[in-house]
């Protein structure tokens, strides 16, 4: 079991908008402003697409946008493009050995 | 161009040793902390541990399942990190990347936003 929550999947058609959550506890998610994106395609791997809870890395599109309210994070994708199909997972700095946990993961399919 | 290539996977058998090394070119090695993290075959991220630079006192930390059998360690004079697995179980079977953060400005982003990643290298434990 993953130390935050994310749903299995979601998903949603060209041109919309979807959210995905990530939930976790006051010792990670809602302890710090450390929560990060990365989207994974099937046999690459992951790349950065927020952090620090809501900064995009240059280069990804404005499309994608993060936010936070207590323990949970979420990721938004506005304009929903057939690329943007993938793994999604959410990561938060932790107060404890383990200092980063990562989420579980959500599987993405634009219909 | 900013890359880490990973290197070292196989099969082994459960209780054997594995080192992975993790070679960095296009920044500044000896400044980075760089980090492990594995993803066991369609399943998700999972954090394995980490090494500071030698400039912020070169420690590691581990993940509690690793702790105690695997050993992060770099050699700056080569670019090159290693992992050294022992005691390796089943559960260790993994695709293991290595993997770094940034600075911007005065703020590092080590431990909190990995934006370089390597491609990987296939860890197999089985009897």
């Known amino acids: 079991q993953s130390a935050l929550t994310q749903p299995a999947s979601v998903s949603g058609s060209p041109g919309q908008s979807i959210t995905i959550s990530c939930t976790g506890t006051?010792?990670?998610?809602?302890?710090?402003?450390?929560v990060s994106w990365y989207q994974q395609h099937p046999g690459k791997a992951p790349k950065l697409m927020i952090y620090?809870?809501?900064t995009r890395p240059s280069g990804v599109p404005d499309r994608f946008s993060g936010s936070k309210s207590g323990n949970t994070a979420s990721l938004t994708i506005s304009g929903l493009q057939a690329e943007d199909e993938a793994d999604y997972y959410c990561?938060?700095?932790?107060?404890?050995?383990?200092?980063?946990?990562f989420g579980g993961g959500t599987q993405l399919t634009v219909l | 161009e900013v890359q880490l290539v990973e290197s070292g996977g196989g099969l082994v058998k459960p209780g054997g040793s594995l080192r992975l090394s993790c070679a960095a070119s296009?920044?500044?090695?000896?400044?980075?902390?760089i980090t492990w993290v594995r993803q066991a075959p369609g399943k998700g991220l999972e954090w394995v541990g980490r090494?500071?630079?030698?400039?912020?006192?070169?420690?590691?930390d581990y993940a509690a399942p690793v702790k105690g059998r695997f050993t992060i360690s770099r050699d700056d004079s080569k670019n090159t990190l290693y992992l050294q697995m022992n005691s390796l179980e089943t559960e260790d079977t993994a695709l293991y990347y290595c993997?770094?953060?940034?600075?911007?400005?005065?703020?590092?982003?080590?431990?909190?936003?990995?934006?370089?990643w390597g491609q990987g290298t296939m860890v197999t434990v089985f009897s």
């Open positions: 296009g920044f500044t090695f000896s400044n980075a902390w």
């Open positions: 090494i500071k630079s030698k400039s912020d006192g070169g420690t590691t």
């Open positions: 990561s938060s700095y932790t107060r404890s050995t383990t200092l980063v946990v």
């Open positions: 006051s010792s990670d998610v809602g302890g710090y402003n450390y």
């Open positions: 620090e809870v809501t």
């Open positions: 993997t770094t953060g940034f600075c911007s400005g005065v703020t590092c982003h080590y431990d909190d936003a990995f934006d370089v």
